[in-house]
């Protein structure tokens, strides 16, 4: 009997809802075949399968929340022993989470099993459940696992442990007690030897004053309910809103660009663009190019605020990540050196990564690296909007519906498409003054098109 444990999913994920399983116990199924869809906080992927035989067991449905190193399958192998297999494994021993209680255990009560009940720490014998990514962190700290104290589901050691008894290890020990002074002989006086003081411990983290989050009150006793779980990406989303709304102080600068004839522009060229390349020319490709060619002129919008060493790291590339609306939530596909491609290039990237994005494709290596983020609510409707900024950037730009509002030009009065837009910017970085600054270049460039092309 061969089984098979959630493997390490990378991006310190230690944890998955079961979206969709491709077997049935019973099914008989070959090596790399898909096996079970997995949703986390980062993106959906298919885990394949790793070994060819018959499913005698299937751990969880479609909602269930699975852990790495837990067994998620059990298949029947010809001619192999029971055994049980994860990326987890070290120096020859498997470290995993078992099943719970009646669920995804072989059916035959004869299997051997290989569970690791007892809890990982100080004391623990046997192996320490952790993914590899935990056991080369240890080894780069020089932590042994044995002595962490693990908070992970069923005992695991997580990252945030390693590190949290690193820092408790790298603390300077008490200084011994005098030894009790017992009169002797006179000696020698010897000038004492300058010895340099420890280093400063890392700073803790500080608790909000008043802060107490109360238990929600009982709201079945006024009327039906539904609970539904919060989980995924929904959930990944509010832990970083949550994130960037405590740690970030926000500031927001309003402003509006007439596109009126960059509209003119864009609708001109869309159908030919359509027609020979499959591209259809946005609004957005254009306010692309403009922030790519704006935030090399401002890099204090392109940055990130290191709190623990005081430094500000202003990146010398430009990777925009767009707010992308899903049925599962809110996810930000980031397009790469977007300072180096075209209108059209940007057109043809935002258009392929969105659709990955509706159709849960989306890698999480296609939402990393973002250095600024752009969010459209115009195609929904909105005179304006004040978006949260995505940690750890230092700003983002918020998008509303374009509109045709009358306006004064030359002395007349005439009907005009204008764009609202908002700049939410890191108040620590950056001051209101950039701020307009970066925001009157920006619209300068939206309100004529032609620099757009002309611009290398």
Not at 85 to 104: I, R
Not at 150 to 174: I, L, M, N, Y
Not at 267 to 286: K, P
Request: with cysteine.
């Amino acid at each position: 009997m061969f089984e098979f444990l959630l493997p390490d999913l990378g991006e310190g994920i230690h944890e998955g809802e079961i979206l969709r399983w491709h077997v049935t116990v019973g099914d008989f199924i070959q090596e790399d075949e898909p096996l079970v869809d997995v949703e986390t906080d980062k993106a959906a992927v298919t885990i394949p399968s790793p070994k060819s035989g018959m499913v005698t067991s299937l751990t969880g449905t479609p909602g269930d929340v699975v852990h790495t190193g837990q067994v998620i399958c059990a298949l029947q192998v010809s001619g192999e022993p029971h055994v049980a297999a994860s990326v987890t494994a070290e120096a020859g021993t498997s470290a995993h989470v078992p099943a719970e209680a009646g669920v995804g255990a072989p059916p035959s009560s004869s299997a051997q099993t290989t569970s690791h009940c007892g809890s990982a720490g100080p004391g623990a014998k046997g192996p320490i459940p952790a993914a590899p990514a935990t056991r080369r962190l240890a080894r780069e700290l020089g932590v042994e696992l044995a002595l962490v104290t693990p908070t992970g589901p069923a005992g695991r050691v997580t990252p945030d442990d390693v590190k949290a008894h690193a820092q408790r290890g790298s603390a300077p020990a008490p200084a011994p007690s005098p030894a009790p002074v017992v009169p002797s002989a006179p000696a020698a006086i010897t000038p004492p030897t300058s010895t340099p003081l420890p280093p400063a411990p890392p700073p803790t983290t500080a608790a909000i004053p008043f802060l107490e989050i109360a238990a929600l009150p009982d709201f079945s006793a006024e009327g039906p309910i539904e609970k539904i779980p919060f989980r995924s990406i929904r959930r990944r989303v509010a832990r970083k809103m949550v994130t960037s709304m405590i740690l970030v102080p926000h500031v927001a600068h309003m402003d509006e660009a007439d596109v009126t004839d960059l509209e003119a522009l864009r609708l001109a060229q869309r159908d030919r663009y359509q027609h020979d390349s499959g591209v259809r020319l946005n609004l957005m490709a254009f306010v692309m190019r403009a922030v790519a060619r704006g935030l090399q002129e401002w890099p204090e919008l392109n940055a990130s605020l290191d709190p623990v060493r005081e430094e500000l790291i202003l990146k010398r590339y430009v990777n925009l990540g767009f707010a992308a609306d899903t049925e599962r939530g809110l996810v930000v596909p980031v397009i790469r050196d977007a300072h180096h491609k075209s209108v059209l290039a940007l057109a043809r990237e935002t258009a392929t990564l969105a659709i990955a994005a509706r159709d849960g494709s989306l890698e999480a290596a296609d939402m990393r690296g973002g250095t600024f983020t752009i969010t459209n609510i115009g195609p929904l409707g909105g005179t304006a909007m004040v978006p949260t900024i995505n940690y750890p950037e230092v700003a983002i730009l918020g998008m509303a519906q374009v509109r045709e509002k009358p306006v004064v030009r030359d002395g007349a009065i005439v009907a005009r498409k204008i764009l609202p837009l908002t700049l939410a910017f890191d108040h620590r970085v950056a001051d209101g003054a950039q701020a307009a600054r970066f925001m009157t270049t920006l619209i300068r460039r939206l309100e004529d098109p032609a620099s757009l092309l002309i611009e290398a």
